[in-house]
């Protein structure tokens, strides 16, 4: 009946896009009246077209999608504008009209795989459930249909599975869930927003695979909201690029990558690490500098190489690190030996769950080692005591991964950064105000910030203040876990940029822990790849990343999206054995003895 | 510096009006109680048999009791008595619950034997484990907070022992760990300061919970005894008088109910405030 | 399935552990006593010949540690001891008392549940509105009156004035038990409402809780009405939450009985314990603290099987 108000897109008429938004703008309610998050947002997406929208965080990406859904909470959110699903203005449609379109004609995934299914309902029955909802399907069929989705997204042993509750899926497996939820009534349109940015890079590679296929079977229209410049790349055919809820630019996807118009357009392509354009240099290579008002880059400057004959700062030989569960054991890290020598940076790099964390708390001691040794300074800190151990903390720094988490809220940044100087007495309470400010400008920050508490920063100035912090006691060894990973990609390079400058200044040693292969080849002097709890692949960086042997190694590198639109869909990710190998062993599991294959200098690989 | 940041922290709260509500509450049943000896229109205790049982008036505003003693006074003074109970309950339950708790949440090894101590202990309802204990030591004042304070240490020390769990893994725990700094430094300075917001939302709901105790005691003739009434045995003695004199039952149970609320309605304000800090902060 | 009777055979264990705590902490609190607690019993004009006798009667004699295997190993026979005023074993002087107490915390919990649960659901959905602005009022009002308080004016409105119900006791033996049960109309009633004020607050709570969740939003993506959202897919997740309080508040309606059977007479547990402790009966406080704490830690153990059932994570 609606449609009426706008007689010229009648519904139905296959002329014209899908899926239209005309001038949308969504404001919030705060204490001071609505506040506009979006303003005069407007794109089009054609039958068979993925759009993707891309922004960084705070950019109103996902506020566009849910807007579009409806499903912003009515008494905080509201809308203005027009949103056209084939010809008919959703904005003005009645609340039982709208659920119809909800998951019959938009189905929708999300970010979260692993909270975006209900705990307490079989996988079954939350599938049959969207088709009993629009179909007017029995239960009975319903779960038949369910059966057949659930083989549509490729999840084996689908049949056995059913009347499993989410909770024995993994992330991935629950993202094909959802998929098979979202395109159960065959929608027109399918929204995805960061379906994958939870997920570790190669199950992403397989997913992303996925909906591009399906997409292709059903014809359908694609809606697909991330922050990856490197997915956009992989998946749009047209891009919108959001900054701070405006539409900055838009327009066909190779073009806006070739010929970007917007300086933020162009800064957003220039910060973005890009896979294989490091090429032989030996050392690592800053990251380009980017104007944020013209977007012009200048490619950065490469940083030096290890100076041989010293001394390793750590030495880390044949580490284990077993948990005895009542199921079962788990062998977290098992015999990983490694050394970084001072200025050097070691990356280790593998998806969740390879053990890559706990061997750098191990290096802490925030986890106990169960075999093995690590020598840092000379002395074996695996097994040291509690008094003893203060006196390594000089020497050894971490760097963690959550920028909000890692500074003590209710205690100001300057008595933060001054704290571990005062308690190990290094320096007189009077020169230690002096020094935080020294540190404070040496991390790029202003004296005066030191009065003030760790909420007033941004997340990329708290991961400048974390590293502060850190250098505070000038050690010679820095474990960076997951330091950048959080951080919004232009601040990424800047901070990665100040992790390189500070070791070349300083002569650190930095463990670098990483999922991310693109960061990972700027910054690091060599990398060790891990799998399961073992080091598959060690070796210069020029070597592992030109010359990757273990095929794992290569899965990892082949998984990572690039952001070239040219390459797209140059590679087909290798059929994995999605249901990912449980370093769950039984009790008296005695792991083999690895044997390393050494393919050229100091590149060394796993053998089967 | 770190006081003040609580201070400033918590000024949201005035935006709150329930909170605003239950503030203006309690400030008024705390002034009349502390400033009793100087407000109060009569001698809590003197007797006057030819006033007894007189409704409320404009000398009695409240009435009198069956032994003509003003009632507004004695409540008064007997809100003097409740709140020092209460709060030395209050005191008592976070100290030994913060310690518990912390020890269970810090410290692995110790987090088995004090789950164990704690669950046997809250599996006695709380009135009746304050009254066994009462029955034990004999009723008097200190035995009525120990009593209480012992009653809700467990109450505290869960909610301490979760929150330690949780900022244990919090990376600036960690850090503070690796940057070598004295256990105890971590502990407090770390650890402590951001335990004071749960601590101190919970122990506004064990102030409330002790005084609807206290009262209880009282009632069952089991609470503190002293020459002074206090709002339970002011509503215990009156009764008797419930139905040709109501009032002495209404004004000290009056008295209760809104210092409870207030007490309530603060809680809840704090936590509204403190909660998202904790969860959602990420 | 070997493994789930394994962690089954655990769970009972760690029930135990608790159980021997308890009995434990029961004994020190009984013996905290300063001073003779047979001498404080029988008062200042008893004679030290009827001390002596008493102390005998209590095993008073005895050292600490002979007392704690005796007590145990009473325990462990089911013999409770024996109360030094009532001509009765403790174990018979709880047992005689059990009906209204029983029932009096069975019907409070129905009230209590009955109104908690559609008020708090209905509260958490309309978050804001005036109803729910009501229910958080009243609620919270509901939470801060003396329980015995608001007996009183039950009693005072519904008993005296009007004459719907009796005033306090329970009738003898010979009543009808209909007739007995009407005597338990207007504690229950006080009970019920003190109660379901918490239950509705920590219903609302949990509810808002879950319907912030991701799934929720999910399920109203694939197009289900609100009324299947909230019913079907967030309160069976609020259900565990939901059924700890309830659990909890069952356990605290004993506690509650203390009081209210003070207030209306009722011949029940609460009054046994209450009039041992002013006659100072230890024998009687221990086996009833002992029962009771058996009680709870038996609710306890109950609810976390019932997790098991509501939530498909929890493994026991």
């Known amino acids: 009946m609606n449609a009426l108000l706008h007689p010229v897109l009648k519904p139905g008429t296959s002329q014209g896009p899908v899926f239209k938004v005309d001038r949308l703008t969504t404001s919030f309610r705060t204490p001071d009246g609505w506040r506009p998050v979006i303003r005069d947002i407007s794109f089009h997406i054609d039958k068979g077209e993925t759009l993707a929208i891309v922004g960084e965080s705070g950019s109103g990406k996902s506020v566009t999608a849910l807007s579009a859904m409806r499903l912003l909470p009515r008494d905080r959110a509201r809308s203005e504008g027009r949103i056209f699903l084939d010809g008919r203005d959703l904005l003005t449609l009645g609340e039982a009209e709208m659920r119809k379109v909800r998951g019959g004609r938009i189905g929708m995934i999300f970010q979260e795989p692993m909270t975006s299914l209900n705990p307490v309902f079989t996988i079954g029955n939350q599938l049959a459930e969207a088709l009993v909802l629009h179909r007017n399907l029995s239960w009975a069929a319903a779960e038949a249909e369910a059966l057949r989705l659930m083989d549509r997204v490729r999840i084996p042993a689908a049949k056995s599975r059913l009347h499993e509750y989410p909770h024995k899926f993994s992330g991935g497996m629950r993202q094909r869930v959802m998929i098979a939820m979202a395109l159960a009534c065959r929608p027109k349109l399918l929204i995805a927003d960061e379906p994958t940015t939870a997920l570790d890079v190669t199950i992403q590679a397989e997913i992303l695979h996925l909906i591009r296929e399906l997409q292709r079977e059903e014809d359908m229209a694609v809606l697909f909201i991330t922050h990856d410049m490197g997915v956009v790349a992989e998946v749009a055919d047209r891009t919108v690029v959001m900054f701070r809820g405006d539409m900055v630019e838009t327009g066909a996807t190779d073009a806006l990558f070739a010929r970007p118009r917007e300086p933020y357009t162009r800064m957003l392509l220039a910060s973005i690490p890009q896979l294989g354009t490091m090429g032989a240099?030996?050392?690592?290579?800053?990251?380009?500098?980017?104007?944020?008002?013209?977007?012009?880059?200048?490619?950065?400057?490469?940083?030096?190489?290890?100076?041989?004959?010293?001394?390793?700062?750590?030495?880390?030989?044949?580490?284990?690190?077993?948990?005895?569960?009542?199921?079962?054991?788990?062998?977290?890290?098992?015999?990983?030996?490694?050394?970084?020598?001072?200025?050097?940076?070691?990356?280790?790099?593998?998806?969740?769950?390879?053990?890559?964390?706990?061997?750098?708390?191990?290096?802490?001691?925030?986890q106990n080692p169960t075999a093995g040794s690590i020598t840092i300074g000379g002395r074996d800190i695996a097994y040291m005591n509690a008094r003893d151990l203060r006196g390594l903390r000089r020497s050894a720094q971490m760097i963690f991964q959550d920028p909000f988490a890692s500074l003590n809220p209710r205690i100001t940044v300057g008595s933060a950064i001054a704290e571990p100087m005062l308690a190990h007495g290094v320096l007189e309470k009077r020169a230690v105000r002096d020094r935080v400010t020294q540190l404070l400008e040496q991390v790029g920050l202003s004296p005066d910030m030191a009065s003030r508490y760790p909420h007033e920063f941004s997340g990329g100035q708290r991961q400048r203040v974390s590293i502060a912090r850190a250098l505070a006691l000038e050690p010679q060894l820095i474990v960076a876990d997951e330091a950048v990973s959080a951080l919004d990609v232009s601040?990424?390079?800047?901070?990665?940029?100040?992790?390189?400058?500070?070791?070349?200044?300083?002569?650190?040693?930095?463990?670098?822990?990483?999922?991310d292969m693109s960061v990972v080849e700027r910054i690091s002097h060599r990398v060790a790849v891990m799998y399961f709890g073992e080091i598959v692949e060690i070796g210069p960086r020029a070597a592992v990343f030109g010359n990757p042997r273990h095929?794992?190694?290569?899965?990892?590198?082949?998984?990572?999206p690039i952001p070239d639109p040219a390459r797209r869909g140059t590679r087909i990710p290798a059929l994995a054995s999605e249901e990912a190998r449980s370093p769950l062993r039984p009790l008296d599991y005695v792991p083999p003895k690895r044997r390393y294959d050494e393919v050229s200098p100091g590149h060394l690989v796993q053998l089967p | 510096m770190t006081s003040f940041n609580l201070f400033s922290g918590l000024r949201p709260l005035l935006r709150n009006r329930a909170v605003i509500v239950g503030l203006v509450i309690l400030a008024v049943v705390l002034l009349a109680a502390i400033l009793a000896p100087l407000l109060a229109p009569h001698a809590p205790n003197k007797l006057s048999i030819v006033n007894k049982l007189q409704p409320p008036s404009a000398v009695h505003l409240f009435g009198t009791d069956e032994f003509g003693r003003d009632i507004l006074s004695r409540a008064m003074y007997a809100g003097r008595i409740s709140l020092l109970v209460s709060l030395g309950v209050v005191a008592l339950s976070t100290v030994l619950g913060v310690i518990l708790g912390v020890a269970a949440g810090f410290f692995p090894r110790l987090d088995t034997p004090i789950s164990r101590l704690l669950d046997a202990m809250m599996s006695f309802p709380d009135i009746l484990l304050a009254i066994a204990l009462v029955a034990a030591l004999g009723p008097s004042l200190p035995t009525v907070i120990i009593a209480l304070g012992i009653t809700y240490a467990p109450r505290l020390a869960r909610i301490v022992r979760g929150s330690t769990l949780v900022l244990r893994e919090m990376p600036y725990i960690e850090a503070a760990l690796t940057l070598g700094l004295p256990l105890w430094r971590v502990l407090t300075r770390h650890l402590l300061l951001n335990l004071a917001s749960p601590i101190l939302v919970q122990a506004t709901f064990v102030f409330a919970s002790a005084m609807l105790a206290e009262a209880s005691l009282s009632f069952l003739g089991v609470g503190v005894s002293t020459d002074m009434p206090t709002w339970g045995t002011m509503l215990a003695s009156g009764r008797e008088y419930i139905n040709n004199a109501p009032w002495l039952m209404v004004f000290p149970g009056l008295a209760i109910v809104f210092s409870v609320l207030s007490l309530q309605l603060l809680g809840d304000g704090l936590r509204d405030l403190v909660d998202p800090r904790l969860s959602k902060e990420r | 399935m070997n493994r789930v009777i394994r962690a089954f055979l655990r769970r009972l264990m760690g029930m135990a552990v608790v159980l021997l705590i308890v009995a434990t902490l029961v004994f020190i609190i009984v013996r905290v006593t300063p001073g003779d607690p047979a001498a404080v019993m029988l008062g200042s004009d008893a004679t030290p010949e009827d001390i002596a006798q008493l102390r005998e009667k209590m095993g008073l004699n005895a050292p600490?540690?002979?007392?704690?295997?005796?007590?145990?190993?009473?325990?462990?026979?089911?013999?409770?001891?024996?109360?030094?005023?009532?001509?009765?074993?403790?174990?018979q002087a709880l047992l005689s008392r059990a009906e209204p107490t029983f029932f009096l915390t069975l019907f409070s919990i129905l009230i209590a549940t009955v109104?908690?649960?559609?008020?708090?659901?209905?509260?958490?959905?309309?978050?804001?509105?005036?109803?729910?602005?009501?229910?958080?009022?009243?609620?919270?009002?509901?939470?801060?009156?003396?329980?015995?308080?608001?007996?009183?004016?039950?009693?005072?409105?519904?008993?005296?004035?009007?004459?719907?119900?009796?005033?306090?006791?329970?009738?003898?033996?010979?009543?009808?038990?209909?007739?007995?049960?009407?005597?338990?109309?207007?504690?229950?009633?006080?009970?019920?409402?003190?109660?379901?004020?918490?239950?509705?607050?920590?219903?609302?709570?949990?509810?808002?809780?879950?319907?912030?969740?991701?799934?929720?939003?999910?399920?109203?993506?694939?197009?289900?009405?609100?009324?299947?959202?909230?019913?079907?897919?967030?309160?069976?997740?609020?259900?565990?939450?939901?059924?700890?309080?309830?659990?909890?508040?069952v356990a605290m309606l004993v506690a509650g009985a203390v009081v209210t059977e003070t207030v209306f007479g009722l011949p029940g547990v609460g009054n046994l314990v209450v009039s041992a402790v002013l006659r100072r009966d230890y024998p009687v406080i221990q086996g009833a603290l002992l029962v009771v704490a058996a009680i709870y830690v038996l609710i306890n153990f109950i609810v976390d099987m019932l997790y098991v059932a509501a939530d498909p994570r929890v493994r026991i």
């Open chain 1, 281 to 366: 240099t030996p050392g690592p290579r800053r990251f380009p500098e980017v104007d944020p008002a013209t977007g012009a880059a200048s490619e950065g400057r490469e940083m030096p190489v290890v100076t041989a004959g010293t001394a390793p700062v750590v030495e880390v030989s044949n580490l284990s690190i077993r948990f005895d569960l009542p199921q079962g054991r788990i062998h977290a890290v098992e015999d990983v030996s490694f050394s970084i020598m001072p200025g050097e940076t070691l990356a280790l790099v593998g998806e969740s769950g390879c053990g890559k964390s706990t061997t750098g708390r191990a290096i802490m001691r925030l």
């Open chain 1, 491 to 515: 601040v990424k390079a800047q901070v990665s940029n100040l992790l390189m400058d500070l070791q070349a200044s300083r002569g650190l040693a930095y463990l670098f822990i990483s999922h």
């Open chain 1, 551 to 560: 095929p794992y190694t290569r899965r990892l590198i082949s998984a990572v």
């Open chain 3, 64 to 91: 600490l540690i002979v007392q704690y295997g005796q007590f145990m190993a009473g325990l462990l026979r089911g013999d409770l001891g024996r109360s030094i005023f009532l001509d009765q074993s403790v174990g």
């Open chain 3, 115 to 249: 109104i908690a649960l559609p008020v708090g659901i209905l509260s958490a959905v309309r978050r804001g509105s005036g109803f729910d602005q009501v229910v958080v009022t009243v609620t919270m009002v509901a939470a801060s009156v003396p329980s015995f308080w608001l007996g009183l004016i039950l009693i005072q409105v519904f008993a005296v004035q009007l004459g719907w119900f009796p005033a306090s006791g329970y009738g003898g033996p010979d009543t009808p038990f209909l007739y007995r049960l009407a005597h338990l109309v207007l504690p229950a009633v006080t009970l019920g409402v003190v109660n379901s004020a918490l239950i509705t607050r920590f219903t609302r709570a949990a509810m808002l809780d879950v319907l912030g969740d991701d799934y929720v939003r999910t399920a109203r993506a694939k197009g289900a009405s609100e009324s299947r959202v909230v019913l079907k897919h967030a309160f069976r997740n609020a259900m565990v939450p939901i059924i700890t309080v309830i659990g909890l508040s």
